[in-house]
């Protein structure tokens, strides 16, 4: 027997994405029934139907094909750190500021 025919028959958990994916499907095409094309095409429940079930079908090709999850992506954190440290600066800056107490022109003196 092929080895991912007996790794499907041993994998409960593939099983279950299979039979999820076949619900989803089936939701999407009641669904798809009961709606015009162009309804059919901007429908975000219908769309989320087929896409949650080409998820489930993905998840259980990768479990019986033995392939391992793929990474997740990297999430660049530079422009996170730069507003970050800005605006730490302008804290700094202002509290220092703060802490010379007012920084206006001299006052004229009176003449006497």
């Known amino acids: 027997m092929n080895k991912a025919v007996e790794r499907l028959i041993g994998d409960k958990h593939a099983q279950e994405q299979i039979g999820d994916s076949a ?7 009641r669904r798809a029934r009961t709606l015009r094309g162009q309804e059919a095409v ?12 080409a998820a489930s079908l993905t998840e259980a090709a990768r479990r019986v ?6 990474e997740p992506k990297k999430r660049r954190r ?10 730490a600066l302008l804290v700094r ?10 920084s206006g022109p001299p006052a004229p003196a009176s003449p006497a």
Do not use: F, N
Not at 23 to 29: H, V
Not at 65 to 70: A, D, K, L, S
Not at 78 to 87: D, H
């Open 42 to 53: 901007q429908d975000k429940k219908l769309y989320d139907h087929v896409r949650e079930a």
């Open 78 to 87: 530079l422009p996170a750190v730069v507003i970050l440290a800005s605006v």
């Open 23 to 29: 619900r989803r499907l089936g939701a999407a095409y």
């Open 93 to 102: 800056a202002m509290h220092r500021q703060q802490q010379a107490g007012p």
């Open 65 to 70: 094909t033995g392939q391992p999850e793929p």
